[in-house]
């Protein structure tokens, strides 16, 4: 194949597949598609067993903060969860390792634009599965149920698309919401990607979400140049969308005001981030990686996750990992503003925000950003390394 249409379209498949959440192969662990995505490119793509060696400080930070959550198991609640964890901590290392190795042999130019072709089918078929969901339920939002990119929940039929819980597809979303906003006006296929994610993002209903896209833009209009323009063209864009929604869409209002009620006391949330909070009083070095699950249901007879990585980190690494984590958060936000490419700290932004209602201390998403970060960090480095010669 013509190696102009083989590498773009091999690149679109890659970024796809961190997006198919809900497609998996159970096998003591969930095989998905990104899993395979990746070291099919890798050998596809670098025709030699070469892995990029250099790391940034906040890769660093981030396996100083992996090994110091790892070492917990040596005295965890439950060792077999935490060997669970840590095992597949190793794959995601050697994924990242091979998926960073990989994006190297790739231009700018064709990451950002494959990038692009990956969210409008991202977001194409979660409209189409979700519509499918709505069709097949008949209106009737009762029960709570998963219907194809349909979930029903609380009487709210909520959009999952690809991926298996709305509050996640928000989360993941937002790197196609300010992808578009920055290649806006130099790439055409941007304009109905934006309009396609903003629509998705609304039909979530997740309010966690709908707070960590606005703390988002926040942050994309403190890291423009222009930023009165940019405030009165954002500010523009909300009011124009709240009052079409409000004109033609009486009942998404109704939906949003219902799903913000329920929501008053966390989801269930609160009960649990004080379980936590305790849990960390009592064991200030951590119980384990992965235990908080087991040990929650066992002295607080909890059913949930904390659904709060920060508390996570706390509760089951300990004050010493979590101290390691907030050193690799910083780096990263910092690295993240002082690159070029401006969608990059909005879309951190947003999902240190998400972290908040959100267990999801490294997983496929993660793992994009840090490899794009570390890609187009490497191509600035290359164009100053040019300039300056």
Known sequence: MNKNIFLPLLCSILFLSFFLQAYSLYIGYHLKFFMIMIPLSYIMINNSLYLDSKLYLHEKLLLITIISFSSTTLYSYNISSSLRMVFGLLILIIL?????????????????????????????????????????????????????????ERNTPRLIGTMTDPNFFSAYNNIFIFLSIFYYKKISISKPLLLLAIINTLLTFSIGGYIALFFGSVGLIFHTKNKLKFLFNTVSIICITLLTVYIFFPQYIEQVQHKVMVSLDGSGRFKDWGSALMTFYDNPFGIGIFTFLEYNGHFYAGTHYTHNTYLDVLVEGGIITFLFYMLFLLSFLRKSYSNSNVFLFPVTIAILISFLSLSAFLNEYWLLILALLHRLSSCELNEKTLNSN
Do not use: P
Not at 103 to 112: E, G, Q, V
Not at 114 to 120: H, S, V, W
Not at 126 to 138: E, K, P
């Open 96 to 152: 990242y390792w091979m998926l960073i190795s990989t994006l190297k042999a790739i231009s700018k130019n064709i990451i950002l634009r494959t990038l692009l072709y990956a969210g409008i089918i991202f977001n194409i078929s979660s409209i189409l599965l979700y519509l499918t969901g709505l069709i097949i339920s008949n209106g009737d939002f009762t029960q709570r149920a998963i219907i194809y990119g349909l979930m029903i």
